[in-house]
């Protein structure tokens, strides 16, 4: 249950990567663009990048004001792909959580 909880705060509290990182992936062979800008506190990346068979990704981060990554989206070949939500994440692992806590009460009754 210890665990559970590490990985419930891990995603309430971790950045899971932020900007500064983004920029530094830019100096990877693979990496061709980055951009960056912010929005209604947002702060949202794009990067772009050729994939091993040679296809072209489009990676979108958005991260909160405090450069926590809220979520990533991938695009290839004109398919959207949800990689990351936070919000998601946090729900799937409370959960998880509170189905522990529901097995543990009914094993000790």
Same mark, same amino acid.
């Given at each position: &249950?210890?665990?559970?909880?590490? *990985?419930?705060?891990?995603? &309430?509290? %971790?950045?899971?990567?932020?900007?500064?990182?983004?920029?530094?992936?830019? *100096?990877?062979?693979? /990496?061709?663009?980055?951009? +960056?800008?912010? %929005?209604?506190?947002?702060?949202?990346?794009? !990067?772009?990048?050729?994939?091993?068979?040679?296809?072209?990704?489009?990676?979108? /981060?958005?991260?909160?004001?405090?450069?926590?990554?809220?979520?990533?989206?991938? @695009?290839?070949?004109?398919? !959207?792909? !949800? @990689? /990351?939500?936070?919000?998601?994440? +946090?729900?799937?692992?409370?959960?998880? @959580?509170?189905?522990?806590?529901?097995?543990?009460?009914?094993?000790?009754?």
């Amino acid at each position: &249950m210890n665990e559970l909880l590490e *990985q419930l705060y891990d995603e &309430m509290y %971790s950045p899971k990567i932020t900007p500064e990182e983004l920029v530094k992936n830019i *100096q990877l062979e693979n /990496y061709f663009g980055l951009n +960056i800008t912010k %929005s209604n506190g947002e702060i949202i990346a794009e !990067t772009k990048c050729y994939l091993p068979d040679e296809r072209i990704a489009i990676y979108t /981060y958005t991260f909160d004001e405090k450069k926590n990554l809220n979520s990533l989206t991938s @695009l290839v070949d004109e398919y !959207t792909e !949800t @990689l /990351y939500d936070r919000k998601n994440a +946090i729900n799937e692992k409370y959960l998880e @959580l509170k189905n522990l806590l529901k097995e543990n009460t009914k094993a000790a009754v």
